[in-house]
């Protein structure tokens, strides 16, 4: 009858690794994107923002909060963000038709849509005639150029990093699931032969694959990764998650054009892909 106390029991989730990083590794390169940085102590701070913006939009336990991002820090932040207010990160395939997307948004149950200005025009589409609206959130790449959207200026739509801003000077709040079977991500399949299905991956299911990850790779904290492949698949979100667990910094590819290019200048120690980039 050795029941589960502080001394012999803990709930396992990747939600640790950004708490370990951000004490032991405070002043490393967490994330990099052409000339904008930031440690793991800076990364963590507008984690903590972001899950306290999203409690202030009353999210809180198994709520859904769905994003449509290419590979830029803000969906890096989303990934610890989302789960730090206890809610489910639904990442939507950024190639799917606005019919795709809207289905996804209805059947997931979306709270807040958090989206990249460049997909405006096809978000615009997306949410129109869901019954329950998600609030949205539009993301600005000012790295690459872009600016708030016609949608988001006529709709006044909220600007993440505006919203964010308002939380950046609070205390760091570190909480773990109550729960390591709680959920923390919805996939969904593109859809390809029918309706999308959706699938969930608790705390536990992510640490899990991380840690098969780290018995076969010889990862280290002065290592440099690239990163290219879409953050809404799970193998580039296992691999991200492994990479904050060991302290190593991540470096987003400006786009697939540019891959080659990138590695020129990042020199890696380690970049996950897929055979088909490779050919």
Same mark, same amino acid.
């Given at each position: 009858?050795?029941?589960?106390?502080?001394?012999?029991?803990?709930?396992?989730? +990747?939600?640790?690794?950004?708490?370990?990083?951000?004490?032991?590794?405070?002043?490393?390169?967490?994330?990099?994107?052409?000339?904008?940085?930031?440690?793991?102590?800076?990364?963590?701070?507008?984690?903590?923002?972001?899950?306290?913006?999203?409690?202030?939009?009353?999210?809180?336990?198994?709520?859904?909060?769905?994003?449509?991002?290419?590979?830029? +820090?803000?969906?890096?932040?989303?990934?610890?963000?989302? +789960?730090?207010?206890?809610?489910?990160?639904?990442?939507?395939?950024?190639?799917?038709?606005?019919?795709?997307?809207?289905?996804?948004?209805?059947?997931?149950?979306?709270?807040?849509?958090?989206?990249?200005?460049?997909?405006?025009?096809?978000?615009?589409?997306?949410?129109?005639?869901?019954?329950?609206?998600?609030?949205?959130?539009?993301?600005?790449?000012?790295?690459?150029?872009?600016?708030?959207?016609?949608?988001?200026?006529?709709?006044?739509?909220?600007?993440?990093?505006?919203?964010?801003?308002?939380?950046?000077?609070?205390?760091?709040?570190?909480?773990?699931?109550?729960?390591?079977?709680?959920?923390?991500?919805?996939?969904?399949?593109?859809?390809?032969?029918?309706?999308?299905?959706?699938?969930?991956?608790?705390?536990?299911?992510?640490?899990?694959?991380?840690?098969?990850?780290?018995?076969?790779?010889?990862?280290?904290?002065?290592?440099?990764?690239?990163?290219?492949?879409?953050?809404?698949?799970?193998?580039?979100?296992?691999?991200?998650?492994?990479?904050?667990?060991?302290?190593?910094?991540?470096?987003?590819?400006?786009?697939?054009?540019?891959?080659?290019?990138?590695?020129?200048?990042?020199?890696?120690?380690?970049?996950?892909?897929? +055979?088909?980039?490779?050919?």
């Amino acid at each position: 009858n050795l029941d589960q106390n502080l001394a012999n029991y803990t709930v396992l989730s +990747p939600l640790s690794f950004l708490e370990r990083s951000r004490k032991t590794f405070p002043d490393q390169i967490a994330i990099e994107y052409e000339d904008y940085q930031l440690t793991y102590k800076q990364a963590a701070k507008r984690c903590n923002a972001l899950s306290e913006l999203l409690k202030s939009y009353n999210i809180s336990k198994n709520d859904t909060v769905a994003v449509m991002l290419p590979n830029i +820090p803000e969906m890096w932040e989303c990934h610890f963000g989302i +789960p730090m207010a206890g809610a489910v990160l639904n990442a939507i395939n950024t190639r799917l038709d606005y019919n795709t997307i809207n289905f996804i948004l209805g059947h997931g149950e979306a709270k807040v849509f958090i989206y990249d200005s460049s997909y405006s025009d096809i978000v615009e589409k997306a949410v129109q005639n869901i019954e329950n609206k998600p609030i949205l959130l539009e993301v600005v790449d000012k790295v690459a150029g872009l600016k708030n959207s016609e949608f988001a200026e006529s709709q006044k739509i909220l600007n993440y990093e505006n919203e964010l801003n308002k939380f950046s000077d609070l205390e760091m709040v570190y909480q773990l699931p109550q729960n390591e079977w709680d959920a923390i991500a919805l996939n969904y399949t593109s859809g390809t032969t029918g309706l999308p299905k959706g699938v969930m991956l608790s705390h536990n299911n992510i640490i899990s694959q991380v840690k098969a990850v780290m018995d076969v790779l010889p990862l280290y904290k002065e290592y440099r990764s690239l990163s290219f492949l879409p953050l809404c698949h799970i193998f580039e979100r296992t691999v991200t998650y492994t990479y904050v667990g060991v302290g190593v910094g991540v470096y987003y590819a400006e786009s697939m054009e540019t891959i080659a290019d990138n590695l020129k200048e990042v020199k890696p120690h380690f970049f996950s892909s897929v +055979p088909r980039l490779l050919e």
